[in-house]
């Protein structure tokens, strides 16, 4: 049970290491393709939450997010390999922030062909988040140590 156990881990954190390890090939001077993808979406978040509270926010560098996330992920996906609960935790961060932030389904038609590639991208990422938290409630729903039930003492008379 221990090898089948260790192999699902590295099979699960492979997406995030593997992911981790191209975007940190790719990151170059500006980012990489990446902060590319990224940056219109930083923008336009940034404007809406501009328009809504009233305020103006710092300008965010898109080169410290993709860092951020490699960072995340590599780290994240090693320490869950080894059964860490932080590193399920760190992969769970990653997906919360990064999934509605990249897959915006919600702004396309459904007729539209953009909906239904960056919904399936959604799901697939929400699927993972549901193994993260089913892996989180395992590991803290075992015991630490095995009980040891103690031996009746026998009676002297």
Not at 54 to 75: C, D, F, M, Y
Request: glycine share 8%; aromatic share 14%; net charge positive.
């Amino acid at each position: 049970m221990g090898f089948f156990s260790f192999m699902g881990r590295v099979l699960f954190a492979s997406i995030f290491i593997l992911s981790a390890w191209q975007m940190f090939n790719e990151f170059g001077v500006d980012g990489g393709p990446a902060a590319k993808e990224l940056a219109p979406k930083v923008s336009q978040v940034k404007e809406l939450l501009i328009s809504k509270i009233g305020v103006s926010l710092p300008e965010i560098e898109v080169r410290h997010l993709v860092a951020t996330s490699i960072a995340i992920k590599g780290l994240g996906g090693v320490l869950f390999v080894f059964g860490s609960s932080f590193g399920a935790y760190l992969l769970l961060l990653q997906l919360l922030c990064a999934t509605p932030f990249l897959y915006q389904f919600y702004n396309y038609a459904p007729s539209e062909p953009e909906f239904f590639a960056l919904l399936h991208e959604f799901l697939q990422n929400a699927a993972l988040f549901g193994a993260l938290l089913f892996f989180i409630g395992m590991k803290n729903s075992l015991p630490r140590r095995p009980i040891k039930k103690k031996a009746p003492k026998p009676k002297t008379v």
